[in-house]
């Protein structure tokens, strides 16, 4: 909250809103380099996903960080690019922990 909140920006190398602007480029620049109905693969955090779910969803800060906070570790998302831009398909699927590998679960 102390970071996203903006009264502390300077006390951070980078502000939640630079970092936030970051992803989405980051998202448009993978997306605009991708030949169609192709497939990209990318690895990231959760603070990324966070703050590309707060730019897809029209979320507010406090509630893309709570979402942040219930990722697990080694989920899938999946966006999908199209005329209307980038949408998010699904969050986190974390569906092949089960079973034997039900102990590999971790959360943030």
């Known amino acids: 909250a102390r970071w ?7 006390d ?3 502000s939640w809103p630079a970092f936030r602007t970051r992803c989405v480029a980051a998202l448009r620049h993978v ?3 991708l030949p ?3 497939t990209a693969l990318v690895f990231t955090s959760g603070g990324t996903l966070a703050a590309l779910c707060q730019e ?3 979320l507010s800060v406090e509630h893309a960080l709570r979402m ?9 998302s999946k966006l999908a690019v199209g005329r209307d831009g980038p949408r998010l398909l699904s969050l ?3 569906a092949h922990f089960e079973g034997t590998h039900a102990r590999l679960l971790t959360f943030r």
């Open 4 to 10: 996203t909140g903006g009264g502390c920006d300077a």
């Open 12 to 14: 951070y190398q980078e």
């Open 31 to 33: 997306a605009a380099g």
């Open 36 to 38: 169609r109905d192709a």
């Open 56 to 58: 897809l969803l029209g």
């Open 68 to 76: 942040n906070w219930r990722f697990a570790n080694a989920g899938v």
């Open 92 to 94: 986190n699927e974390h």
